[in-house]
């Protein structure tokens, strides 16, 4: 039972760079949601997608795209990386209801 | 908009301490509230969640009870182990829209033998 799996869990860019973070999740939940984390300010949204085929934006969505391209998947990429985007990803996922989430390990990506 | 207000770690204490992370929130209407877990290297797990007045999560040991009228959730635990050893974050989720949560700042707690 693998839940949400993220990929890559580490990665160096240059800025200016462009990449694609992945997340797929198993457990058939219909809402996805993109977090950065960074030191002492705990997660921040960046983009969600409360069902398959929509997205829309969170708190810090500058920078970033997503796409949802189906309803296990869920991808964010950094089309010019900056160094401003240094900072731990988290893909998540949940149900309609409850809102409980459920969290990747993480990508880790530091940009040059 | 929503927040979630920590208390500033690390907390440092001995093993069998007791423990209390305070947690205080703003929201419009009736959140669910949420304590998550963060240990090394990982990422975040439900550790207990509580969706209205007066009820109270538990979990593992840990315990947290919604006040409506203090807007509070404070964790606590009444004997920590070394294997607590990790970051706590407090979070809300708002009922209606996005459903995605609002943290806290998060809080380091250290055990020591």
């Known amino acids: 039972n693998a839940g949400v799996t993220q990929t890559p869990k580490f990665q160096v860019l240059k800025t200016g760079q462009s990449m694609t973070l992945q997340c797929a999740q198993d457990?058939?939940?219909?809402?996805m949601y993109w977090y950065r984390q960074d030191p002492g300010m705990g997660l921040r949204l960046i983009y969600y997608?409360?069902?398959?085929?929509?997205?829309d934006k969170g708190e810090v969505p500058n920078g970033y795209n997503v796409s949802r391209l189906n309803k296990r998947e869920f991808s964010l990429r950094l089309e010019s990386a900056a160094p401003s985007q240094t900072s731990v990803y988290f893909c998540a996922s949940s149900e309609d209801q409850g809102n409980i989430q459920y969290f990747g390990a993480g990508t880790r990506l530091s940009v040059l | 908009g929503d927040s979630v207000t920590q208390m500033e770690g690390p907390v440092t204490l001995s093993e069998e301490a007791f423990l209390t992370i305070n947690c205080t929130y703003t929201?419009?209407?009736?959140?669910?509230l949420f304590w998550y877990v963060q240990y090394p290297g990982e990422g975040l797990q439900l550790l207990l969640k509580a969706t209205k007045a007066d009820d109270k999560g538990s979990n593992k040991g840990f315990e947290a009870t919604y006040r409506k009228e203090t807007t509070s959730f404070h964790l606590e635990k009444g004997s920590v182990q070394v294997s607590d050893s990790a970051v706590y974050f407090c979070?809300?989720?708002?009922?209606?829209?996005?459903?995605?949560?609002?943290f806290g700042s998060g809080t380091r707690l250290q055990v020591q033998p």
């Open positions: 457990m058939n939940h219909n809402s």
């Open positions: 997608s409360a069902s398959e085929g929509t997205t």
């Open positions: 979070a809300l989720s708002d009922r209606t829209g996005r459903r995605a949560l609002t």
């Open positions: 929201a419009t209407g009736y959140p669910s």
